[in-house]
């Protein structure tokens, strides 16, 4: 019997909601009757998942739309007052948006790149979520963060990353036992394994070189695969709902076994980074 989500009159708010893992998630909040902000910062991106988002709402809330730059404290801000001005609300906090600039200390440009990834993955999480409490602790909301196997175990050249994770994870289950009594807000952690998106076209891979890139990693899986953006969103949706009341500080591996195995993240096609 699969679970059923109310989300009627909710707020939810995704960064990194314009693709990947973000929009899916932004459209199965949709679908289970949530008001959505979708965010990103190409307009046309954005735009098309508030499309997708609006045509399957049950009654067809139109998601708000904010384009942006959330790397940047000004962004930030006005995604969040942008947020409670339209809707007067949120309930619900998913920080997804990250980066996986690999760079090995040797490099350069090891420095620029560290900042770069710590500034989105973790900073921009810690901000969002210090400006989002007030408004959860009114609502009794909750905050789900996306993270990573990466943050569990090190993976070489990849240094700046494994530590945005790992420092997101701490500072999940902080917020937990901090915010636990405003309100009862509830903040969980998940950590991932290979999900397709198209995350390595951003790295200058072509799509197919993209699809290959996962297709190799989940190949080393005891699942056999990589996992589908739908998937990670189903599990958001468990996180943040009642059916879920009772877990908060939780990391919650979604990774097809990934932290069994020793080799999926050193495979030939992850070398290529």
């Known amino acids: 019997m699969s679970i059923k989500y109310d989300f009627s009159g909710k707020v939810v708010l995704i960064t990194g909601s314009s ?11 949709a679908r289970s009757g949530a008001m959505v902000v979708v965010t990103g910062r190409r307009a046309v991106l954005v735009s098309e998942v508030a499309k997708q988002c609006q045509n399957v709402s049950p009654k067809q809330f139109k998601p708000l739309e904010v384009v942006g730059d959330i790397s940047q404290k000004p962004d930030c801000k006005r995604l969040v007052e942008t947020t409670i001005g339209h809707f007067g609300r949120l309930d619900v906090l998913v920080n997804n948006a990250a980066i996986g ?3 090995a200390l040797s490099d350069g440009d090891y420095y620029d790149k560290f900042e770069a990834v ?10 969002l979520t210090y400006l989002s409490v007030d408004y959860l602790s009114k609502t009794g909301g909750n905050i789900v ?8 175990r090190p993976v070489s050249g990849m240094s ?20 636990g009594p405003k309100n009862h807000i509830r903040v969980n952690v998940i ?3 290979p999900v397709k998106t198209a995350a390595f076209t951003t790295l200058g891979m072509t ?4 699809d290959a890139m996962f297709d190799n ?33 939780a990391q919650l591996c979604v990774d097809g076994g990934g932290l069994t195995v020793n080799d999926y993240l050193m495979c030939d096609a992850f070398k290529e980074l």
């Open 19 to 29: 693709s990947g893992i973000g929009a899916a998630t932004a459209v199965q909040f």
């Open 191 to 193: 950590s991932l394994g």
């Open 160 to 179: 700046a990353y494994c530590m945005s994770k790992s420092a997101m994870d701490m500072f999940t289950y902080c917020c937990a036992s901090e915010l």
């Open 145 to 152: 963060n996306i993270s990573s196997g990466a943050g569990i």
């Open 118 to 127: 710590m500034q989105l993955n973790l900073n921009t999480t810690v901000y």
């Open 101 to 103: 600039t690999p760079g």
């Open 207 to 210: 799509i197919e070189q993209n």
């Open 217 to 249: 990693m989940g190949s080393h899986l005891p699942v056999g695969r990589p996992g589908q953006p739908h998937e990670i969103a189903d599990t958001v949706m468990y996180l943040a709902s009642d059916h879920a009341r009772f877990i908060t500080g």
